[in-house]
């Protein structure tokens, strides 16, 4: 059997020439960088109506991660992200590209001048993206669509449009903008680090420092204290005020000289994800090509410190230090996708700090045998349990937090 | 009939061709200069790689301007791949088109017909800047192949460049502990799923993609799918057999694809988080199942064992196509390129750098991508040696304006008779009327 159909749109696309032949754009004298933002406006009523509810709805800005996600709050939720619609701005958070940090600037400084921040889901309910966490939005600034006037300012090509609402005004910004070469069809980054090698620095000197070397590329020496997934996190104490840590991402890439109690030189870029306010720096965009064994074997040995000592006010920069607590207990916690889950421990003194086991990370008890299933999924396994725990500390949310690797690293008493 | 509606938008650009463009070079007959120009000369080159492979072209272009250092290649990530095909589209219509593009089999038939693609045969044949035999012979035979699906004639409208297939990953370490043999067979996934369901109650297998389930299985069913024609075929015995076999495998919760499974958008999610324990996904997607939680194995995709069976393993990836639309120079020069991108040093380089398929026979044995395969644990390794094992096993389907569509319709066809509750016999029936009158 033929797709007859298709023979019809065949004569139908050639009798509706005349409906989309061209595009009426302007000329090279009347350049105009906004022509199709300034065309655009949003045909949806949202007065009175909520993003979750209607799918579209007023908003205020929480923060900004980069030049296509932010964090926004409804009149009655909590904070949320979203992944603007339509756009790949470049990178700025877990590695840096030309253009990321400039596509960040300007999309936070849209967003922080807003009058008024509208979010338009593409159809009557908000939808998560592929990675489950952030809601996909139509961004509108004070009546301009925001995905679009990034495209226009040269800051991304358009991805994922197709069968959209916009797609054909974004697909006729994209193109016309492509045209002049601007930004990231065809000029330097300024503001970007284009030399290969990084500027050498000590642990102590970058985390006491970070302002100096955020977004930029260095090299660092410290010795391996736990490799969580394909990352790792490693520490150097040879400072002359203490011992000082960092979170090393790897990616999807299993790096074979991350291994613990190797002494390492990593180049790689400081940066802060998913941003300084409520994230930790780590150093990102190395490989083992960058990497350097400076010696192996070395003894890891965590500091002793207390919960009140893991104060992100008081104590800002010991993020990525490796640590154990004693004498801790388990009294609460949730499960999250994927097998992964939190639970969170009290001292005496009931000050509490959460233990997060990722979803890469599988935490097995090892005295259950084959052909059991010995992966530890919920953190009521752990619930009630006086511990002695050894972990790298993280940061979410703007809070400190352990980050569990194994089942080893953790000590029961009852 | 939205789907319908919305390829029409796109046919609706593509065939107004005569309007908008400055300019329309492309219907003129092919001119090979004897000399490329030592003038300076700029070719596009639109992709939907992200920007790490981006460095990797960048790298190839940088290489390519040693020997021809007046020609500028401008390359230009579009998006996805869609995004890719409708820019195309509509740049063609405007006259805008690039002079080279990535491509899948189905965007170049429509392109073919908005008559915008450069046939390849005479640059191939050139005596100067063409292929010697010994070239045409060095690659993967099933790669060069799908270059000439469009016509009867066989004419060449891209040559490949990024290809993959389908290989299973499997948790080594769950199937070590319980003694489980890697199935090799349909049948065998039944049998070992049924072990894993007895061991803990777990779905043992899942399959990615839900398109590439239906299309492989009807494949190795012995039954057809489409053809080159535009004709839609797999209404017959052998697809519902193979459906049928998944569906009881389902209905008995040995097997299962990723909307089984909620909140997963890939059937990595739950492989990684050990819900299950053999998923069937791209040998390009190898870091998508790459995991330290266990240790992952690879093995061929299983194949059917019954009356009839025909071995098959989807043939995946994209190819690089060359638009007419352009002077006699600049087709030459994109010529070069082409010819400079699938040689055996660049797509050692480019395969090495990405776990995509070397193109060329003798880029398996090359420097670089010896030094890529002299890590043998690596899953990215084993993900392109398994997968490559598969190749005489390797089949495409036909391409035409609108076999996207069919692709999606099959997705739909799983997803209706897996969680729909629909009949197989209704299910067919629905897909068939989506696509045909």
Redo the contacts between chains.
Sequence with gaps: ??????I???L???F??S?????NKPGEEEWEIHYYTNRTTLERDYTGKDFFLHGIGEVTLVSVADGDTAMFKTATSQPFRVRFLGI?T??STY?I?PWGKAASDYTANRLNNATKIVLEAEGNQPVLD?T?TRYLAWVWVDGKLLNLELIEESFT???????SKY?EVI?NA??RT??KGKRI??EQDPGFNYSIEGTQVTLEELRTNEAEYANKKVAVVGIVTR?L??SAYVEDCSGETGCYGIYVYA????LQKLVVGFELRIEGTMVYHPDQETGAPQITDTRDSKITVLSTGNEVVPTVMTISELNRTTNPTISGRFVKLENVTVYSGYDS???AFTFRIRDSQNNTIEVRVA????IRDLSIP????N?IRTWEYFNGKNIDIVAPIGVYSGQYQLLLGSFNDITFHN | MKKLLSLLVVLVAMFVVAGCGNTNLKDREIVIPDQLTTDPITITFWHAMGQANQGYIQDIIDRFNVIYPNVTVIQAGQGGYTDLRDKITKAISAGTEPNIAQTYPDHVAVYLQGRAVLPLDKYMENATHGFTQADLDDFVPSFLAEGTIYDEAGTYYSLPFNKSTEVMFYNKTFFDQNSLTVPTTWAEVRTVSQQIKTLNGKVGFAYDSEANLFITLTQQWGGQYTNVNGEILFNNAQSKAAVTYFKDLYTDRLAATPTHFDGANYASDVFKAETIYMTVGSSAGAQHNNTTAFEVGVAPIPQYDGAGAVPAVIQQGTNVTIFSNATDDQRLASWLFVKFLTSTAETAYFSASTAYFPVRESAYTHPTYATFLANPDSIFVKSATIGYGQRDKFFTSAAFPGSSLARDESQSLIRAVLYGGKTIDQAYADAINELVW
């Design positions: 059997m033929k797709l007859k159909k298709f019809l749109l065949l139908l696309g050639i509706s020439f409906l989309t032949a061209c595009d790949d470049p990178e590695r590209d592929s489950g090509t358009s991805k994922g449009a197709s069968g797609a697909f994209d193109m492509q045209t069809w065809g490799v997934g394909f990616g999807f890439t299993q996708a994927n097998n979803s890469d990370i599988a084959a052909p059991q299933d992966r």
